[in-house]
């Protein structure tokens, strides 16, 4: 079926840990984004790409690394998670950027403790 | 630099009332404007949004926004609310750095009483 798929759902890591949330599109959409949703920050983009081996920051990048190898593949590491990072991450892919509708991943809840 | 602000964290509407949402935007030049909504537990639905055009737009489940720009605002409204209409709803605007991203709103949390 098509659609943007995130895994896992639920994660519960250490502090100092490096975890790596997945997401997977079909629609071989350009762009794909990386967002986290925190109470009273609504959503804040991490980090962005236009297109596979392109990516740059967002609004909040810093603790986090992206790779696109693929169009499809849009993985976002923590290399050294904090508790800050606790959060609920949510991956989207759209076929022209900001410009046309973005599809959204059901989340990942991520928790640091 | 552009932003949205979306001045009330929950609004409550009686079933079969006439419901808004408010936003109001921060931008130089011409906005992109949308509003997604979020259900429990789901990533966001796209509902609807401005480029250019009607100041009115419509929109999926019945839901419409009207552009003001002399006022700077997006007000998301819809003319009777269902019970199913409570979730979270987000105003966005277009990043106008030359990144093709989203700024999302704050988000207002709806509840429609039965």
């Known amino acids: 079926d098509a659609g943007i798929t995130q895994s896992p759902r639920y994660k519960i890591t250490e502090t100092g840990r490096q975890v790596t949330l997945m997401c997977h599109q079909t629609?071989?959409?350009?762009?794909m984004f990386w967002y986290r949703q925190d109470l009273g920050h609504g959503l804040r983009l991490i980090y962005y790409?236009?297109?596979?081996?392109?990516?740059d920051k967002g609004e909040v990048p810093d603790g986090y690394v992206v790779s696109r190898s693929k169009t499809e593949n849009f993985p976002l590491t923590l290399e050294s998670a904090t508790r800050s990072q606790t959060s609920v991450y949510f991956c989207?892919?759209?076929?022209?950027?900001?410009?046309?509708?973005?599809?959204f991943g059901q989340g990942t809840r991520l928790t640091v403790v | 630099a552009q932003s949205v602000a979306q001045p009330e964290d929950q609004v409550n509407v009686a079933e079969g009332n006439p419901l808004t949402v408010k936003c109001t935007y921060s931008?130089?030049?011409?906005?992109?404007l949308f509003w997604y909504v979020q259900y429990p537990n789901r990533g966001l639905q796209f509902l609807l949004k401005?480029?250019?055009?009607?100041?009115l737009v419509k929109g999926s489940y019945g839901f419409e926004a009207e552009f003001n720009k002399s006022q700077t605002s997006f007000h998301l409204k819809k003319p009777s609310a269902l019970v199913s209409d409570s979730a979270l709803y987000f105003c966005a605007v277009r990043d106008q750095t030359g990144a093709n991203n989203l700024f999302f709103g704050t988000g207002t949390r709806l509840t429609v009483i039965p």
């Open positions: 629609w071989s959409h350009s762009y």
């Open positions: 931008v130089s030049g011409n906005p992109y």
């Open positions: 401005y480029i250019t055009g009607d100041n």
């Open positions: 989207a892919s759209s076929s022209q950027g900001a410009v046309t509708e973005a599809f």
């Open positions: 790409s236009a297109a596979a081996d392109i990516t």
